[in-house]
């Protein structure tokens, strides 16, 4: 199963940018999703996730106040508004499914995942 990752481009400090993960309806409507980043030379890291229902989110500490989670189960998106963009947010951003209704920061309770979408900010 394949998750959708779109919305990455080429941006200026201090913009906003949105991604958007879309997937089958039975991938993740009942999951858990998270968004996580590698910048070249970089090991992976967790960035943000939602429960299954859109109510509860966590945030890394490096965009929180930053960044949105979100998601329309209608359209069964998960949604990641980035605002006030900085060059250390230059990565490839991957969504992901949890194997539960939570999202977690380990990587290894993930068991569907996007292509990944790029995102480079240039200062």
């Known amino acids: 199963v394949q998750l959708q990752a779109s919305g990455g481009g080429l941006v200026q400090a201090g913009d906003s940018l949105r991604l958007s993960c879309a997937a089958p309806k039975r991938t993740f409507s009942n999951n858990g999703v998270g968004w996580f980043r590698q910048a070249p030379g970089k090991e992976p890291e967790f960035v943000a996730g939602?429960?299954?229902?859109?109510?509860?989110?966590v945030y890394s500490d490096s965009v929180k106040g930053r960044f949105t989670i979100s998601r329309d189960r209608a359209k069964n998106t998960v949604y990641l508004q980035m605002s006030s963009l900085k060059p250390e947010d230059t990565a490839v951003y991957y969504c992901a499914s949890s194997r539960t209704a939570y999202s977690s920061t380990n990587r290894s309770q993930y068991n569907y995942w996007g292509q990944g979408t790029l995102v480079t900010v240039s200062s």
């Open positions: 939602i429960n299954w229902s859109g109510t509860s989110t």
